[in-house]
């Protein structure tokens, strides 16, 4: 299995090495030429660049430098620390959050960072009903008792409401100028907002960069801000190069054509020769999956519990994890990473061949049943979602299950997994804060979830359960927060839809003349931080 799994990788390499050479070689000095621009290569994933609407890795990048929320994260991953707002107070049952706007903010056209902006913004990324959104449960009020206080109120104790505000999609929009273009943040923003092509060349917002242009497939070029209110960035100009494997990435990396190589996995950074080129291995809190829709309508079989059970025990958990990373990452047991609140104690997950079988002969299917299994063509964190389904596909054919591969673009994938729904699927997640609630919010089966749209499941089948523990997680501190994380964990993990394969470790590949290069749990890289030694 796992020799003819390599074959197929080889041949995916020498194909990559054969495109570098054919064009990619052509500019190899151009990032040392530029002097201040910085040069990172990564397989882009953006579905809008509209901070309200987009919602992907290379989003977080993107946003981060660009709009910024009213506070960030540390270093550290855990500690908030200001960004816009300068101080913040929160009330005894942490329903009500007052921000104060730092003097001397202001947007990249020079006009103050007021309130107003922020309360727009944020009711903008409630009421545009994208993929974010969900970030905006339970707010219920904003307030602007003056142009520099922000106050805002939730219909319930939230202890992980200020983690949730690291988050890039909630970084403030200069409103006046995006309204201008069709930008709205009323209830009816869903259905009238019309702002989307605007902010595909343009940006409204506060932070150290800008937009200079964006070309889908090719580059998203960015600007050191000049009207940036505060520490100036060391870099001039950020261009963020589309580029889909590996190899290609760490060969740009060594000729420096790339000074960032951002999804290189653990045996192409072993290839690494270059003394110029520095790699880092360090945790990480992402992780790959794949999912299971019941409701999807191209199933040829009905993905009861007992079935979505048989599945999950036909998976090789570590197998994934040798394979696709060398053995270099980690066991998952639930949707939440690894080191986040509740994770302590998990049941590890492991394959059972004749559980599995037991479960389909129980389910009706002695016999084993067909699978459609659609899936971006992407590498993540260094995993390669075609390789990694290939793995997918022999290890549940010993179960009798047997998958129809088909990758596709990620755009494509979107629509599908969003409209007809898609039977079997393997997708990515990164944290937008450091907080398990925004798991339970995006995995968990409860009505309005994202996941559970894309499940597709009957109301009667969702589990009501895991809205109520994460109301009390919320609400709570310390290890009773943490008992009712571990809860929702395990909940999360007998609803047998997502199915964690590999958390990598991360891999950091620069040149050795650029600093300030580490990983954000919410940011994933703040360009901010880059200089030259």
């Known amino acids: 299995m796992t020799r003819q799994l390599s074959i197929s990788r080889g041949l995916r390499l020498a194909a990559a090495s054969t495109l570098l050479a054919a064009g990619t070689l052509a500019g190899a000095s151009a990032a040392l030429a530029a002097g201040g621009t910085v040069v990172i290569a990564r397989n882009m994933d953006f579905n809008s660049l509209d901070p309200a609407a987009g919602f992907c890795d290379t989003c977080q990048i993107y946003f981060s430098a660009v709009y910024e929320p009213l506070v960030g994260l540390a270093a550290d991953n855990a500690t908030i620390v200001p960004r816009l707002a300068s101080k913040w107070a929160v009330n005894a049952d942490q329903t009500k959050f007052t921000f104060t706007i730092a003097d001397g903010a202001v947007f990249a056209d020079g006009s103050p960072v007021e309130a107003k902006d922020v309360k727009w913004s944020l009711e903008r990324l409630a009421n545009l009903k994208g993929s974010p959104s969900f970030l905006m449960d339970g707010v219920t009020g904003i307030a602007t008792p003056d142009a520099k206080t922000v106050v805002i109120s939730l219909a319930a104790p939230n202890g992980e409401f200020l983690g949730i505000l690291t988050a890039p999609y909630t970084g403030a929009v200069n409103s006046d100028v995006a309204a201008q273009h069709g930008a709205l943040a009323g209830s009816d923003a869903s259905g009238k907002d019309t702002a989307e092509k605007w902010f595909v060349a343009n940006s409204a917002g506060s932070g150290p960069f800008v937009l200079t242009s964006y070309k889908p497939d090719d580059e998203l070029r960015l600007a050191r801000n000049p009207k940036y209110w505060g520490a100036k960035p060391a870099v001039d100009e950020v261009v963020i190069k589309q580029v889909k494997d590996a190899v290609t990435q760490a060969q740009m990396l060594e000729s420096g054509a790339a000074d960032i190589a951002m999804q290189v996995d653990p ?204 109301a009390k997680a919320l609400a709570s501190s310390g290890k009773e927060m943490e008992g009712h994380f571990n809860q929702i964990a395990l909940e999360m993990i007998g609803d047998r839809i997502i199915f964690p394969l590999v958390s990598p470790n991360l891999i950091l590949a620069y040149r050795k003349d650029l600093a300030g290069v580490r990983y954000s749990a919410c940011c994933n890289l703040p360009l901010w931080e880059l200089k030259r030694n």
């Open 267 to 470: 045996d192409t950074a072993k290839s690494v020769r270059s003394p110029d080129v520095k790699i880092e291995t360090v945790p990480s809190y992402n992780f790959v999956y794949v999912a299971l829709s019941p409701g999807a309508k191209a199933n040829k079989v009905k993905l009861t519990k007992t079935v979505r059970e048989a599945f999950g025990h036909a998976l090789d958990y570590q197998g994934a994890v040798d394979f696709t990373v060398g053995g270099d990452g980690k066991l998952q047991p639930a949707p939440i990473p690894n080191g986040f609140p509740g994770t302590k104690g998990l049941p590890a997950p492991k394959q059972d061949l004749a559980k599995a079988k037991a479960l389909l002969a129980e389910a009706g299917h002695p016999n084993g049943f067909e699978l459609e299994a659609k899936f971006p063509a992407m590498n993540v964190y260094g995993v390669d979602l075609s390789l990694l389904m290939q793995k997918v596909q022999q290890d549940v054919a010993k179960a009798g299950i047997k998958i129809n591969l088909s990758p596709l673009t990620f755009s494509v994938w979107r629509e599908q997994v969003s409209g007809d729904g898609i039977p079997l699927t393997a997708v990515f997640y990164a944290p937008d804060y450091y907080g398990s609630g925004q798991y339970a919010q995006y995995f968990g089966m409860t009505k309005g979830a994202p996941w559970a749209k894309r499940a597709k499941l009957a109301d009667d089948e969702l589990n009501p359960k895991e809205a109520d523990l994460l």
